[in-house]
């Protein structure tokens, strides 16, 4: 069955940079794209961007946009989500999933696990 | 910017109709996905496209979309639906996700 594997919780002061990772397996990773979202602590889901592992084309939402970069690596079948310079704000559960294309036909159908992530002087 | 409207929460007895509801602005011009999420779990999609189960969702789950309205139906509402339920559509290439539902089977 598919599977997307999450990188392990984080524990992180601010100011500092994180990377977390997301790593497809058992099915062809170039064919999906993998969006990342957000669950901070006792509330909902945002979307914050998504990327095509195929040609690393990347989409944010605004709000994200110049605050965290989405990355891919097809040799490692692996995506990434990354801050230079992390907030105590940033805390939060971070989950990947992987859908079809960018068409807004497409559905979050596999998600990883989740990386928590702790922001804290 | 578009956005997705839940109540947040629905309560229901066993056995009985849940029914969740998602409003959006011409949300039925759209395709709506359904996503259920138990507490420390990742969520999982339990309808897509408006109205399909994908594989191993109970048949009790069914969804519709119309108008401004997206519906999501538990029948037969079993104790281990209960979760929050999140609505999602697409608007200019972002993902949009409703607030959430949390569905209580008391």
């Known amino acids: 069955e598919v599977q997307l594997v999450q990188s392990g919780a984080e524990v992180k002061e601010p100011g500092e940079s994180l990377r977390i990772s997301c790593k497809g397996s058992?099915?062809?990773?170039?064919?999906?794209?993998i969006s990342w979202v957000r669950q901070m602590p006792g509330k909902g889901l945002e979307w914050m961007g998504t990327?095509?592992?195929?040609?690393?084309?990347?989409n944010y939402r605004p709000s994200f946009h110049g605050h965290v970069t989405i990355a891919a690596d097809e040799s490692t079948n692996t995506a990434y989500l990354q801050w230079t310079s992390l907030e105590a704000s940033d805390t939060a559960m971070y989950y990947c999933?992987?859908?079809?294309?960018?068409?807004?036909?497409?559905?979050?159908?596999?998600w990883g696990q989740g990386t928590l992530v702790a922001v804290s002087s | 910017s578009f956005e997705l409207t839940q109540p947040p929460s629905v309560s229901v007895s066993p056995g009985q109709t849940a029914i969740i509801t998602c409003s959006g602005d011409?949300?039925?011009?759209?395709?709506a996905f359904w996503y259920q999420q138990k507490p420390g779990h990742s969520p999982i999609l339990v309808i897509y496209q408006d109205s399909n189960r994908p594989s191993g969702i109970p048949e009790r789950f069914s969804g519709s979309n119309s108008a401004n309205t997206a519906t999501l139906t538990i029948s037969g509402t079993q104790a281990l639906d209960e979760a929050d339920y999140y609505c999602q559509a697409w608007g200019a290439g972002t993902a949009v996700f409703g607030p959430g539902t949390k569905v209580t089977v008391l």
């Open positions: 011409r949300l039925g011009d759209r395709f």
């Open positions: 990327i095509d592992p195929s040609n690393t084309y990347t």
């Open positions: 058992r099915y062809n990773f170039n064919s999906f794209w």
């Open positions: 999933a992987r859908h079809e294309s960018g068409a807004s036909s497409s559905s979050f159908d596999y």
